[in-house]
Structures are given as structure tokens and as C-alpha cells.
């Protein structure tokens, strides 16, 4: 399975991880509502870099 750049920071922060097209992905956290919450009053990210491509 590969990883994102992002992956450790994603377990840290306690991330329930699934496989995705290859790739070991972040599902979710603590829940929808703080995951809400957080977005709403910080920030929210969104890994994107399992869809990059080096040719």
C-alpha cells in the first residue's frame, strides 16, 4: 500500500485510514461534528496528492 507526504500527519491526528486505488487513505477523524466545527472555526485540508503523476 502506498502512503501520502501526508500520511503520518494524518495518523497522528488519529485518522481511521482505508485503502483506496492502491493507496492507504484518511476516512475520517473524531466525527462529522468536530470535523465540522474545526473546518469552521480553523481550517480544513484536503489530501489531493495520491492523484498526482510523474511522467
Given at each position: 500500500?502506498?502512503?501520502?507526504?501526508?500520511?503520518?500527519?494524518?495518523?497522528k491526528?488519529?485518522?481511521?485510514?482505508?485503502?483506496?486505488?492502491?493507496?492507504?487513505?484518511?476516512?475520517?477523524?473524531?466525527?462529522v461534528?468536530?470535523?465540522?466545527?474545526?473546518?469552521?472555526?480553523?481550517?480544513?485540508?484536503?489530501?489531493?496528492?495520491?492523484?498526482?503523476?510523474?511522467?
Amino acid at each position: 500500500m502506498k502512503k501520502t507526504p501526508l500520511y503520518e500527519m494524518h495518523v497522528k491526528h488519529g485518522a481511521k485510514q482505508v485503502p483506496f486505488s492502491g493507496w492507504e487513505m484518511p476516512l475520517s477523524y473524531s466525527g462529522v461534528t468536530d470535523e465540522h466545527s474545526a473546518v469552521r472555526n480553523a481550517a480544513g485540508l484536503f489530501d489531493v496528492s495520491h492523484m498526482g503523476r510523474f511522467e
